[in-house]
């Protein structure tokens, strides 16, 4: 069973519901440390004892998983961006509505050029472009559930990474 002395590879699925259709995504997270990773509030206690093929299944409201809506993360850049919008060396024509890597509008405070947290494009003129930088799925009610696959006991835990499941979903 899923412990702190153990590995597991859990299967999550997030949904949620907008206005336009039920959504769901799936992730399958391969050694899943349950020691050190990071999981939303009470998942990480709802995994605990669960062998393969089990199942925990939480349901969260707009801000306690994920950060709420923040107006001030709402941002206007020039048009006329510095560097023009290439992603995997292709020339991108920007749309309203469409998430890109937040790099393309590196002139914001806090911005570089490598940042690949999602901007949304909200509004786009001649002049101006304005963003949402806003985690996705801010202000948003979800359901998170993982279903068990494997569970193996660890002979150590002296270092590695930590993951934040809830940002690799």
Known sequence: PISDNTFAVLDFTLSWQSAEALHEERFLARKVNPWRDLFPPG???????LGPGGSARMDYEPGEALPSRDASLLASVPAAL???PVV????????RGRFYPRGLFHSLPGVFPQDARPA????ASEDRIVLDLNHPMAGRAFTLEARVAEVAAKASDTG????????EI
Request: with cysteine; net charge negative.
């Open 88 to 95: 995997a060396g292709r020339m991108v024509t920007l749309e």
């Open 160 to 167: 590695g990474r930590l993951s934040c499941w809830i940002e």
């Open 82 to 84: 510095p560097v023009p």
């Open 43 to 49: 998942f990480r206690e709802a995994l605990e004892g």
């Open 120 to 123: 949304r494009v909200l509004d």
